[in-house]
Every structure is written in structure tokens, then in C-alpha cells.
């Protein structure tokens, strides 16, 4: 088998394996090469076997208030931790088993170990020294292994890591990334949650509805910084129903390591410091790009604050060379990773209308309780740009679909151009906003104003309603609040 490509990719997480796809489907010899597992940390152990815990904790809550929907379960409902992580961990096993199909579906190479660039066109994969976790199903009988590969075309999708503070370094028994806390041996009694990103506040919520007293700390004024202030302040008044412990401007300054247990000393805004003892602690405080021992530096690859620099396209500063996901730099989302893997593709083989990456229309979600979903620009941002804004807003308490559920703990905000009509951002908060917010980032792609969005019919009984009657909100014409 000849080892030279047309296109060769380092790293099988979202973008990776996707890159690998469309450059297959596109006619090119594809090749893929990976250190750990298919289908990178968002399949193995983020975005999938995340949701599949938060799932069970949905049902653990909706079982524990069976009562409010005219149910009586005899017994007390207790939560088998095994069984929990075991249904999550075979979740992660089939979405891997499930690219190693479609890596063979579309005849693309998988070459097995450690990755350098050693100059334009040629990488050097060498035996595995290091991985976070082993793979988790049997590798396709094409993979291929050590060795020198050439291609026209090197995709870096290598994707990031946990972001270790100094001096608070996870150790995978007392202090935890987001690895452990995935697989625990067994569950807490007490929970501390350094940040309050979309993975923080998930691992959170997850723990606090598995009955774990939760204490969150953060630095920022607000919890999950990147959402609209108004959105974030709805979701924290549940957290707080819930039961969450949540320290707003607050920061771990060090954290002392017990026998069992970790006591974190947390310095606020007023200057005082507030020890805080915990049986385990988990550091959210973001991931950072996997660019080191690739051979960036030798080829002159430019990066930019920890980030390979790219343009709109993915290509890098030297010729062959492109970079997509994560390690290309924020907003650190699997989504992102795929839409710029096909971009990238498809401007290499030069497909007419490629259009460059618009990271203002890529969505945001957080699957904790109540879930939050985010697209464009916040108020405080549309304001700090300048623009005359008009801004609804419709709560779920006043959603028919919603109140039949029992989740009328919710809302949908809308920002408008008072001048356009054009929608600048839309920002929810609530049951399954998660699964709604796309119907706003299809309007926004197909340029949609006001107009259209008050002409569009909405079917009834739906919490989908919430949107149309938030725009109208926006203009003074809201129908059911």
C-alpha cells in the first residue's frame, strides 16, 4: 500500500473524521492518523456520554416528582452509579465502533500512532508514548501504523485538553478534569466545581440531581460568562431552587489535599477568603489547543495565543498545511469542528461558493437543568457595537405545551435591528432550547427579518411557540403574555 495521499488528517475527533469523509466523497486518497480513540473527546468522553449521564438524571428527577403528574411509584428511586456509567461508556463504544464503519465506508486509511510534520508534505507517525485513555473498540483491519506518509494536502485536527491552573493540577483521585468525572468509582457526598462553562455547570447539574451537594465557584459576575446576563440570571434562580451553592467573583487561590477529601480556599470579591471542604473537586476552567510536538515550529506554522492561525478557510501561513477545530481556536464546540472540516475540504478541492467560516451564526448550547441555548450577539454586545436594538421576550409560564409538561420554567429572547428587522441574536433558556435554538440559526443564515419570522406559522401546542411570540414581543404585538 503507497503511502502517499492527497489528503492526510491528524486527529479523528469531529473534525477529523468528518474532513476525512468529505475528502473521500470529493475523489481524493484520504488517510486519517490517530493516537487514541475514533471519534475524538467529543464521542469518547464529552459531548455524547455527557448527555447520556444528564439523561439519566433527567429521568431520576422526573421519577422523584412522579407525583406531580398524578403518578405513585412505591420505593424509594436510587440511582445505580455502575449501571449509569456503564450505559454511557457503551454509548461512547457505539458512536466509536460507528466512525471506525464509516471510515471504512469511504475507503479512508487509518493510520495508528503519533503524528509530526517534519516538512511541507510529509509526516512521520511515530509509536504511541503517550494517550489519555486506550482505544476503546478494535481498530479496522486497514489501519496502518509507524512510518513516513506524504500528502498534497495536511489537515491538524488534534483537537484540546483539559486547561490545568498552576498549583491546582488535577491528580485524577482528589481533583478532577472532566475524565474522571465522567467514570467516578464512586459518588461524592460533596462536590466542589471550579467554573461555570457549558462543562462545569453540566457536571454540576448532573451531581446536584444525583443528590451530590454541589458549590460552584466563578470568576466572572456571572455563571456560564458567555451567555446574555439576563439568561444567565433566569438559569442561576434555578440553580439556586435546586439547591446549587453558587459563588459569583470568586476565585480557588490553592487548594489543600486531605486524606479523602480536598479543602479549597476561595478568595471573593470583598477580599475574604472562604475555605471550602469537599470529597471531590472538579477544574472546568476550559481546555487548551493540543499544538506542541507536531512540528509546528520547525515548519513555521504560525499560532496565535496557544491557537494555530488560520483563515476563513482553515489554511494556515504555510502552503498544504490547514487547521480545523478546537486547535484552530474558539468557540470550542464539536459543531464548529465539522463545518469547518467541510469548508476546509471543499476549498482544497475547489468547489465554486465556499463560503468562509461566519462564527456570529454558530450556535451555543448547555445541557444542564433548565438547558441554554445561544446564537449571535447578546444584548450587552449589540449595545457595545452600537446598534438601536429592539429586544423580546416571552416566558414559558405563559406556554400551554410547557405547562402540560411541567416545565414552565423557561424563556426565549430575541434582539432585532430596530432600522433592518435583521435578528442579531437569540438567547433561551428552558426544557429542550437546546433542540429549538436551530430554528433561529436557520433564520439567521437565510438572512430572515422580523417580517417573515411574525408571517411564519407555528403548530399548536408546541414549546416552539415561545419563538414566533418573542419576536412579536419585540415589536409590541405579543398574542399570549
Not at 475528502?23 to 455524547?48: D, M, P
Request: contains cysteine; neutral net charge; aromatic residues 6%.
Amino acid at each position: 500500500m503507497s503511502n502517499a495521499y492527497d489528503v492526510l488528517i491528524i486527529g479523528s475527533g469531529p473534525g477529523g473524521y468528518i474532513a476525512a469523509i468529505r475528502a473521500a466523497q470529493l475523489g481524493f486518497k484520504t488517510a486519517i492518523v490517530e493516537r487514541e480513540h475514533l471519534a475524538g473527546i467529543c464521542s469518547n468522553w464529552g459531548c455524547i456520554p455527557t448527555k447520556a449521564l444528564l439523561r439519566s438524571a433527567e429521568v431520576l428527577h422526573l421519577a422523584e416528582h412522579a407525583k406531580n403528574y398524578g403518578l405513585t411509584l412505591e420505593g424509594k428511586i436510587t440511582p445505580d452509579l455502575k449501571a449509569i456509567i456503564a450505559r454511557s461508556r457503551g454509548i461512547a463504544e457505539r458512536m466509536n465502533g460507528g466512525v471506525g464503519f464509516l471510515m471504512k465506508k469511504n475507503k479512508v486509511d487509518i493510520i495508528w500512532g503519533e503524528a509530526k510534520l517534519t516538512k511541507p508534505g510529509e509526516v512521520v507517525v511515530s509509536k504511541i508514548t503517550k494517550t489519555i485513555v486506550q482505544p476503546q473498540a478494535p481498530l479496522p483491519k486497514n489501519t496502518l501504523g509507524e512510518g513516513t506518509y506524504t500528502a498534497k494536502h495536511i489537515i491538524v485536527a488534534t483537537g484540546a485538553r483539559p486547561r490545568a491552573l498552576p498549583g491546582i493540577e488535577p491528580d485524577g483521585k482528589l481533583i478532577w478534569t472532566y475524565f474522571e468525572a465522567m467514570n467516578p468509582d464512586a459518588m461524592p457526598k460533596s462536590l466542589l466545581v471550579m467554573g461555570s462553562g457549558a462543562i462545569g455547570i453540566e457536571f454540576a447539574s448532573f451531581y446536584r440531581t444525583m443528590g451530590v451537594d454541589v458549590t460552584v465557584v466563578e470568576v466572572m459576575s456571572q455563571v456560564m460568562p458567555v451567555e446574555d446576563a439576563e439568561i444567565s440570571a433566569f438559569a442561576k434562580k434555578q440553580f439556586d431552587k435546586q439547591g446549587m451553592k453558587i459563588l459569583l467573583e470568586a476565585k480557588v487561590a490553592k487548594v489543600e489535599k486531605g486524606a479523602n477529601s480536598i479543602t479549597a480556599h476561595v478568595e471573593k470579591k470583598d477580599g475574604t477568603v472562604e475555605k471550602i471542604t469537599a470529597d471531590r473537586m472538579i477544574s472546568a476552567v476550559g481546555v487548551q489547543a493540543n499544538i506542541e510536538n507536531i512540528g509546528l515550529e520547525a515548519l513555521g506554522v504560525k499560532t496565535d495565543r496557544g491557537f494555530i492561525a488560520i483563515d476563513g478557510y482553515g489554511k494556515t501561513n504555510v502552503a498544504g498545511i490547514y487547521a480545523i477545530g478546537d486547535v484552530a481556536g474558539p468557540p470550542m464546540l464539536a459543531h464548529k469542528a465539522e463545518h469547518e472540516a467541510v469548508i476546509c475540504v471543499e476549498k482544497i478541492a475547489g468547489l465554486p461558493n465556499v463560503h468562509p467560516m461566519d462564527k456570529a451564526k454558530i450556535p451555543g448550547c448547555t445541557y444542564c437543568n433548565p438547558q441554554v441555548a445561544s446564537v449571535g450577539l447578546t444584548e450587552a454586545k449589540a449595545k457595545a457595537e452600537g446598534r438601536d436594538i429592539r429586544v423580546g421576550r416571552f416566558p414559558f409560564v405563559a406556554n400551554g405545551k410547557a405547562i402540560a409538561l411541567g416545565e414552565d420554567q423557561g424563556m426565549v429572547k430575541t434582539i432585532f435591528d430596530k432600522k433592518t428587522g435583521e435578528l442579531l441574536g437569540a438567547h433561551l433558556v428552558g426544557a429542550e432550547v437546546t433542540e429549538l435554538i436551530q430554528g433561529f440559526v436557520v433564520a439567521m443564515n437565510l438572512e430572515t427579518t422580523e417580517e417573515e419570522l411574525m408571517h411564519t406559522i407555528f403548530p399548536h401546542p408546541t414549546i416552539s411557540e415561545t419563538l414566533k411570540e418573542s419576536v412579536l414581543d419585540a415589536y409590541g404585538r405579543a398574542l399570549n403574555a
